[in-house]
């Protein structure tokens, strides 16, 4: 199973992007989808999460009521949209997936994640 994380870039603070997350397994692979960041010399943290069976959601403090999370169960992708940009958001965001249909207590270890894109950098700045 690979995952393909793409769409970061620069923006400006208060720009949007969207990242997208392909997966070449199949359905049954991802059925937890979050979404991490890692700044260099600091751990990655816990950005978003998604369940494909209730559509169930999940985010960070630091990101809630500015990204959100979704999937396209057809096409075996997650999309991050990213809104109101801040610069503290600059980081290597990276997709990861488990077949484990994951608790809210867990969605946001890396450790419960068993797949993982190879990151995708976005940077925010003026």
């Known amino acids: 199973v690979q995952l393909q994380a793409s769409g970061g870039g620069l923006v400006q603070p208060g720009g949007s992007l969207r990242l997208s997350c392909g997966s070449s397994?199949?359905?049954?692979?991802?059925?937890?989808i979050g979404w991490f960041r890692q700044v260099p010399g600091k751990e990655r943290e816990f950005v978003a999460a998604t369940r494909r069976g209730d559509g169930r959601k999940y985010y960070a403090d630091s990101v809630r009521g500015r990204f959100t999370i979704s999937r396209d169960n057809t096409e075996n992708t997650a999309y991050l949209q990213m809104d109101s940009l801040k610069p503290e958001d600059t980081a290597v965001y990276y997709c990861?997936?488990?077949?484990?249909?994951?608790?809210?207590?867990?969605?946001?270890?890396?450790?419960?994640?068993?797949?993982w894109g190879q990151g995708t950098l976005v940077t925010v700045s003026s």
């Open positions: 990861a997936a488990t077949p484990r249909t994951l608790i809210q207590s867990s969605v946001r270890w890396e450790r419960h994640y068993d797949y």
């Open positions: 397994g199949g359905s049954g692979v991802t059925s937890t």
